[in-house]
């Protein structure tokens, strides 16, 4: 086994027997650890120069070359002096990380994330099952239960009273009772009477013509 890096918390570096590997300074951490982000990218050196200082010094670009010289002798102490590194290499403008895939505890954590979340899966594992739809993403989950439980079957809605019977012609006045005249009206003797006419001649109940005195 190779070199272990770890940047989950302080930066440090193993060595294949589980030895810790002298990294010195913040600077020089701070160097592997932007590697590290880079996941096996170039990163050019002024773009390391611009991350390790707010105000770069004059000599900011030696300073680096020196950081990351140490840094090869910490990672790789079998390496000759002539002897190029295969750890951490120089390529273009700027410098990358080479380890392995299983040799950083942040590619390590990523790679676990995505397989929990139904990434990608590692090379050489299962492909993903795709989704109702065709395409490359996972299933959707279940949808949970509604609140309170299953619902079971809606229970019959209960019968309302019967409708009230319409009234017909002989309950509006048609043909039963006739209706009693309205308050206020007066027959046609009472009218006259009102109106200055002559009073009505009373009647014996035993003849239509007008009662005559006894003595006349």
């Not at 993403?137 to 299953?150: H, L, R, V, Y």
């Amino acid at each position: 086994m190779g070199v272990a890096i770890g940047v989950l918390g302080p930066v440090q570096a193993w060595d294949g027997a589980g030895a810790q590997l002298a990294l010195k300074g913040p600077r020089h951490r701070a160097v592997l650890a932007r590697l590290v982000v880079a996941r096996r990218r170039v990163v050019p050196v002024n773009r390391l120069v611009e991350d390790l200082w707010t105000e770069p010094p004059p000599d900011a670009v030696g300073a680096l070359r020196t950081f990351v010289a140490a840094l090869r002798r910490a990672l790789e102490p079998e390496r000759a002096p002539r002897e190029r590194p295969r750890l951490l290499v120089t390529e273009g403008p700027g410098y990358a990380l080479r380890a392995d895939s299983d040799a950083v505890d942040a590619w390590c954590f990523e790679r676990d994330v995505e397989a929990a979340a139904g990434g990608p899966p590692p090379a050489g594992g299962p492909p993903r099952p795709r989704g109702a739809g065709g395409g490359g993403g996972a299933p959707p989950p279940p949808q949970p239960p509604p609140a309170g439980g299953p619902r079971g079957p809606r229970a019959p809605a209960r019968p309302g009273p019967p409708p009230r019977p319409t009234p017909g012609p002989a309950a509006a006045g048609g043909g039963g009772r006739p209706a009693p005249p309205p308050r206020g009206r007066q027959t046609g003797s009472r009218r006259r009477s009102a109106a200055g006419g002559a009073p009505p001649t009373p009647t014996s109940p035993t003849s239509r013509g007008p009662v005559r005195n006894a003595d006349g």
